[in-house]
Structures are given as C-alpha cells and as structure tokens.
C-alpha cells in the first residue's frame, strides 16, 4: 500500500508527458500494464518497422485486437505507447482543430514545443519519397509548404521521431524532463479498478486503485488526503473506456450484464469509437527505392491526407515484408474485412514469403479520411483488464467518409500517372491493373492479366485497412467536461485519444503527446497560481 498526489493509469503517448509536468510539484504514481522499450531493437530501430506489431505473444509491446467490422488492429501494451510502435510521422494539429477544443492556442505551441525537443526530428528525404511529394505538387496539391510540423493544406514534409541514424524517439523519452524524486513508475502493473468513496447525497470520489503486478500479486495505491489530488486514466481509446466500465462507470444494464456494481450511470461511456480508415495502392518499381515510413503528406481540400512508405526490405535484411502492409502485422487487403481469418492471414503470410525479391521493391501510396464522420461503440467482453473489449468502428458508414475515400484513391492514381513519379512506375501497369494487383494478392510483381476492373468504392470497402488512428469512447462532452474530468465523480479525469471527437491533423501523435504536457500544465498552473519553467 502506498498513496499519492496523482495517480496515472497508462504511461503511454499521453501519460508520460503528463506524468514528467505534474512530478515537478507533486508525487505521480505511474502504473503501466508493458514493460520498458529501452534495449528492445524491434522498438527502436526504424528497419525493425513492424516487428513489434507481428509479435503476438503475451510480452508483445503490441496486443492485436480485431474489430467486429472484420479489420485487424493493434494497441500498445509498453511504456511510451504508440510512439514505440507506429510508423514515427509527427505532425501537429490545424488551429481550427485547437479552438474546437477549447484549449489555448499560445499554451499549445509551448507544449508542442516541449515535446518536440526532445522526440521531433526533420526526416532525410531521399528519391522514393522526394518522386511522391513532386508528383503531389505536379497535380496540384498545393502550395509546397517545405518541411513543417505545421498543419497546412498543400504539400509538405512532416517531422519524424526517427533521428538521423533511425532510432526512434518516444513519449517515454519526455520522462527525462521528470524531478526523480517526485515520480513512481511501475512497469507490469495492469490496473483491475479503480477505487471510490461513496458517501450519501455526494458525488463518488475516485481514492485509489487495485492492481496487478508481473507475478500476479494484488497492490492497492491511494491518493493523498487532499480534495485536489486525482486518478487520471491515459489507458488509450481501447483501455479508457474499458477501465471505467470495470470501474462502475458507464451504462447501468451492460455494467449489470458483467456483475460490476454501479458506481454511476454513464451510456456514453465506450461510444463515439471511430478508427480512421486506410487505403492503399502499392506500386512496382523498376528502380531500387530507400526504405522510408511516412514523410510526405498532401493534405488536399477535400478532407483526404496522402501518405507513402517505400523499401525494398522493410523489416531488414532478414526477412521479406511489406512493412506497414504486410499480413503479419494484420495489414491484409487481399480479402474484405470479414474474410480475414487466421488463415487468410497464414495463406498471404506464405505466398508473401514465396515471392522473388524483386516483387518487394516499390511502395504503397496511402489515402487516409479526415475525421472521420462514421462512429461506433465498445463493450466489455468480460472484466480481465488484460483481454480486449469489443469494439465496432464502422467504416465507410457515413457516405460522406466513403465519398472521401474514392476522392483519395483518385488523387493516389494522378500521383502516380503524374512525370514526377515516372521513374518509379512501371509503363505497362495502368494504375486500373495496380488496384486489381493490390486488391487481389499479396503483391505480385507480375500479376495475372485481368480485364476485370474493380471499382474505386469496392476497392475502398474490400481494402480498408487501419492506419492506428482510433479514438474516441470517453469524448470531451459526453464523458469528459473541457478541463477532462469525468462527468458524475470527483478527483477522476481521462487525459488521452479516448476523449477526441476526431483525429487531430493528419497522424494524431504528436497531439496526444501535446495533450498530457498541456493538461499537466494546466492543473500546475490551477494549483500553484503560475506556470512551471518551460525547460521542467
């Protein structure tokens, strides 16, 4: 037993930089359910890129989770989170984003600023990359915004959390900016509730957790006697709205349906899921191109953001793989949603394995939607914190997303017809062939001729993959007031993903970093009456 100022469940994108701000004045207790992401090479090294996510072991820093509409996912289970896992694109948030949120403009760009101190970085752009991001200026994608971590319609290059020698840098790394002796962290330690007082005619007050650690051994953790100390979840879109259910927040019958005893009455709790969809055409290339991740981005008018990853070997020189789209990792387009069984996955696995060396050089071109507009829900499945939720995100549902989608693929088949890319295209491979290709196989270097053409909103529903953009299910205003503390109970707030309405920028990342630097301040700033030093 042991008790604190704070209490933060998850040290992910959010809770780490949340847990360095409020540890400069108060005692933060840390309680993540991974271990450590130092020493791991699948973690920091960008030739690695996808490592972690094809590992699905209990110790992976990655769980898979599928949705109910069919689509394989991933969420975190290490220290720092998603940064330890995606594709590394920093970019912030448009100022339109900012004041919908309510949050102050000046003390943003100072809490983007201390983020990007440490994990941001400008990425080396070489000939794959530099062909996409003229062939976006050649058809119009404008103007060229050079590198920025700015969110501006027209082209641009983005930062990355790789440094130059491609080791990546993520939200655990912002601890540094930690006073030692006022932060606790505990890895291995998954969270089974959290605690409340419940007294007559007053609102429930969160005092304390019950967890788990490595060995399975049951700890309770308290706050300190003091109306203003508080739990914060940042257990991700996933792990937020889940913990509160299994807390005793959320609807009444299903929390009922589990024998979980009510705490307060929440329906909004788990609901607004949405997940970003994802859709791409790979290309074939006659030349050899650079391994890259996401560093260009086209942020069009219409509501679509263009992206691209290229290699010959994505994953190193020791095996042979697509990268962000390969099958091990969960990413198979070859069949709908609902048909990607594990073997499905095991069939494409195989045939990707039996491919000549030449049918992996090249890269996919990605469309991603704003927003998006469709939403879905979560619910338990039961109330092992360690098992996922079930979660729908409903693709596509909203005709506006689907609109949006078939607007990206459009611009994806003028980048690549563009003089800009010719280089990196093959003649004989109208982009028509390059979707049936995409759409049919794992990618073959010489497909089988097809007259069939697949339409661009078949491609889009047959295709759709996750870009790890989910959000939502403790939304600000449902679940959450605009400071971020949970609606109905005192001393309890949610700081993460959970509680966006829609994807910040184009990749949400550096946003969610933002965020617990901000929040941080902002509780120091309510508490102490002045704002902590910019270097803490």
Not at 62 to 67: E, H, L, N, T, V
Not at 253 to 272: A, E, M, R, T, Y
Not at 461 to 477: A, E, K, L, P, S
Not at 488 to 515: W, Y
Request: aromatic share 8%.
């Amino acid at each position: 037993m042991s008790s604190y100022d704070y209490i933060i469940i998850g040290g992910g994108t959010a809770g780490c930089p949340l847990a360095a701000t409020l540890s400069q004045n108060y005692s933060v207790l840390v309680l993540e359910r991974g271990g450590s992401p130092y020493g791991n090479p699948n973690i920091s090294n960008l030739a690695a890129f996808g490592a972690a996510l094809s590992d699905t072991s209990v110790t992976s820093p990655a769980q898979r989770f599928i949705s109910e509409d069919g689509v394989i996912n991933s969420r975190a289970r290490v220290l720092g989170g998603g940064s330890c896992l995606n594709a590394g694109f920093y970019t912030r948030a448009s100022p339109n984003y900012v004041r919908d949120a309510g949050w102050d403009g000046k003390a943003v760009n100072e809490s983007y600023k201390w983020v990007e101190k440490v994990v941001a970085f400008e990425p080396q752009m070489k000939q794959w990359q530099t062909a996409v991001r003229d062939g976006l200026l050649e058809i119009g994608v404008l103007p060229n915004n050079g590198f920025t971590y700015d969110h501006i319609y027209g082209t641009k290059v983005g930062g990355t959390i790789f440094d130059k020698d491609g080791r990546r840098h993520t939200a655990a790394d912002l601890l540094q900016y930690a006073n030692p002796n006022g932060i606790t962290v505990l890895l291995h330690s998954t969270v089974y509730r959290i605690m409340f007082r419940i007294k007559d005619g007053s609102k429930p007050r969160a005092h304390g957790v019950i967890f788990k650690d490595e060995s399975g051994r049951k700890h309770k953790a308290y706050l300190n006697h003091g109306s203003k100390n508080e739990i914060i979840v940042s257990a991700g879109a996933l792990g937020s709205p889940q913990l509160l259910m299994l807390s005793g927040i959320g609807p009444a019958q299903h929390l009922k349906d589990h024998n979980i005893s009510l705490v307060f009455d929440q329906p909004l709790v788990g609901q607004g899921m949405s997940d970003n969809p994802m859709n791409a055409i790979f290309v074939p290339s006659p030349l050899p191109v650079e391994v890259s991740l996401i560093q260009v981005v086209g942020i069009t008018a219409n509501g679509t953001y263009i992206e691209a990853a290229s290699g010959e070997n994505f994953a190193g020189s020791s095996s042979r793989d697509y990268g962000m789209f390969s099958p091990k990792i969960g990413q198979l387009s070859t069949v709908p949603p609902k048909q990607r069984t594990p073997e499905a996955m095991a069939k494409a696995i195989d045939l990707m394995n039996s491919l000549d060396q030449a049918a992996f050089r090249g890269g996919f071109i990605l469309e991603k939607i704003m927003g998006p507009i469709s939403t879905g829900h979560l619910q338990l499945q039961n109330r092992d914190p360690n098992e996922n939720p079930s979660v729908t995100f409903n693709y596509f549902k909203h005709p506006r997303d689907l609109e949006r989608c078939i607007e990206g693929i459009g611009t994806i088949a003028k980048i690549i017809e563009s003089k800009a890319f010719s280089s990196f295209k093959y003649e004989n491979m109208p982009v028509s062939l390059l979707m049936n290709l995409t759409a049919s196989s794992p990618v073959n270097l010489l497909p089988r001729h097809t007259n069939s053409s697949v339409s661009a909103e078949q491609f889009c529903r047959d295709t759709v993959m996750t870009i790890w953009h989910y959000h939502g299910g403790c939304q600000v205003g449902r679940v959450v007031d605009r400071d971020y503390k949970v609606l109905g109970v005192d001393s309890l707030r949610v700081v993460d993903g959970s509680t966006f309405n829609f994807c910040p920028g184009t990749n949400p990342q550096a946003t969610v970093m933002m965020l617990g630097r901000y929040v941080g301040v902002k509780i120091l700033k309510e508490r102490l009456g002045a704002a902590p030093d910019e270097t803490m």
